[in-house]
């Protein structure tokens, strides 16, 4: 069995923005405004969305993983939070060091450039 999951009670929920009772409840301009302010007042709850979207990507398609730093949930997050997810996740920044150690000469092109 997975590990259990922690139901936020006062976490929003699309049905309280929508009539629409289907999957396009979540996209509610109410309900992601919501879901937003809950966020910045729960900044560990970002985090845990964050990670588990990229565990979930990985999971799902088999993918390599882009830069964290690329996507909007990350650049959305305050320094402190930021941080925190360096913290928990230093996996994800692995190749900054790398890309500082040196640098490379780029392949020459056909075109002699």
């Known amino acids: 069995m997975g590990a259990a999951t922690v139901k936020r009670l006062d976490s929003p929920r699309p049905q309280d923005y929508s009539n629409n009772k289907g999957i396009g409840a979540f996209f509610e301009k109410g309900y992601v405004d919501a879901v937003n302010e809950y ?3 729960n900044p560990i709850v970002a985090i ?3 990670e588990n979207a990229r565990k979930g990507y990985v999971k799902n398609t088999g993918g390599k993983l882009g830069d964290v730093r690329n996507a909007t949930t990350y650049q959305n997050l305050s320094e ?3 941080a925190k997810y360096r913290k928990r996740n230093p996996q ?3 190749k ?3 890309e500082k150690k040196g640098f490379k000469l780029g392949k020459r092109s056909l075109l002699g450039a």
């Open 39 to 41: 966020e910045k007042k």
């Open 48 to 50: 845990e969305r964050l």
């Open 80 to 82: 402190s939070s930021k």
């Open 92 to 94: 994800d920044f692995e």
């Open 96 to 98: 900054e060091k790398e």
